[in-house]
């Protein structure tokens, strides 16, 4: 932190400031003038927490598609046709056996067992030809959104979350203050905050992974040079193998939590996959506290921008990109 300061007062100094603002407009008490300029603090927060919670669904999504394309180098556009068909496989177990924490379970070993199909027939055949990868994975996108849409139809669905997860809960959050003096605090959905809770917890846990076990050293190593790692005897395919499941099955989970706090439709593979191409840009490839980072603040704009500027609400996380590419264009928190 005191490096960052040295190297860049100027930025330290803006960071400080937004920090500021951010920390009076959530725990103080708006006079009228500000009130009249934003609306209710009521709407502030909810579409604060709003961000925040939707930058999570996107971080376990992201750190999935990071994984795969920051450290393997493997270009799969069918990401966002893993969630989508994670989320539509997850609504019929949650259906048949009305176990919601069974059909994260199941989903995560479906899906990652898709991963470990692709990964075997196709990616380990075109290690290194991104344009292959690219147009392989695009028609398999195709393929399977036609195959869900026969399925499933065009209509929305939500996969039903146990009862208790059910209902509002009353946040610290001040939101206003009655004529006698009683404080207003704002009720807050509980699942979200759950799956808030959830993907911190997984966020740390492959952070640990990746930085502190013997499996995370020999996929960072075999990432910076894999004819040596091979050379010691490790088999570079098989570890290859495992990241790649994990990251697929992890994208079919997050379709589960997905369809339980939104809905499951045609098109939403789309959408995820582009979030996570954003993200893995904003926030860096092959970071995961790169993705965090990258997640929520497209969260934010995502839901201020609905908010406050509905009509170029979808333009806002573009910018963004935009702007990190003109300023940082290696992402935020660059993986090694």
């Known amino acids: 932190m005191s490096s960052f300061i040295g190297r860049h007062p100027v930025w330290s100094l803006v960071i400080v400031i937004l920090l500021a603002i951010l920390l009076f407009l959530v725990f103080a008490l708006w006079p009228p003038e500000l009130e009249q300029l934003l609306g209710r603090k009521r709407i502030f927060l909810s579409a604060l927490l709003n961000g925040i919670t939707l930058g999570a669904l996107y ?17 799969n556009l069918a990401h966002g ?15 048949a056996t009305g176990s919601w924490i069974l059909a994260l379970v199941l989903t995560f070993i479906v899906v990652a067992l898709i991963g470990i199909v692709l990964q075997y027939t196709i990616f380990r055949w075109m290690e290194g030809q991104d344009l292959r990868q690219t147009l392989v994975t695009i028609a398999l996108s195709l393929i399977l959104a036609d195959l ?6 065009g209509d929305f669905y939500q996969v039903p979350m146990p009862t208790w997860l059910g209902g509002p809960v009353e946040v610290p959050l001040v939101t206003a203050m009655r004529a006698s003096g009683e404080l207003i605090y704002l009720s807050y959905p509980l699942v979200r ?9 997984i966020g740390i846990l492959m952070w640990l992974a990746l930085n502190r076990t013997k499996i995370g050293i020999l996929i960072r190593a075999g990432v910076d040079d894999r004819d040596m790692l091979s050379a010691t005897g490790v088999r570079v395919q098989v570890i290859f193998l495992v990241v790649f499941a994990f990251g697929a099955g ?17 098109g939403e593979d789309i959408k995820i996959l582009l979030a996570s191409l954003v993200v893995v840009i904003v926030g860096g490839m092959g970071s995961i506290p790169g993705a965090a980072l990258g997640a929520i603040l497209i969260g934010l704009a995502d839901q201020f921008g609905t908010v406050y500027m509905p009509t170029y609400a979808v333009v806002l996380t573009f910018v963004i990109m935009v702007i990190v590419l003109a300023l940082r264009p290696q992402g935020l928190l660059r993986g090694r």
């Open 59 to 75: 971080f376990l999504v992201a750190s999935g598609f990071t994984l795969i394309f920051g450290l393997m180098r493997n270009v």
């Open 81 to 95: 046709s893993l969630y989508l068909f994670g989320g539509y496989f997850g609504f019929e177990i949650a259906h």
């Open 148 to 153: 869900m849409l026969w399925r499933w139809g």
């Open 193 to 201: 905050l759950v799956i808030l809770l959830g993907a911190i917890a």
């Open 250 to 266: 992890l994208a079919g989970f997050t379709g589960v939590v997905g369809g339980t706090f939104q809905s499951l439709q045609q």
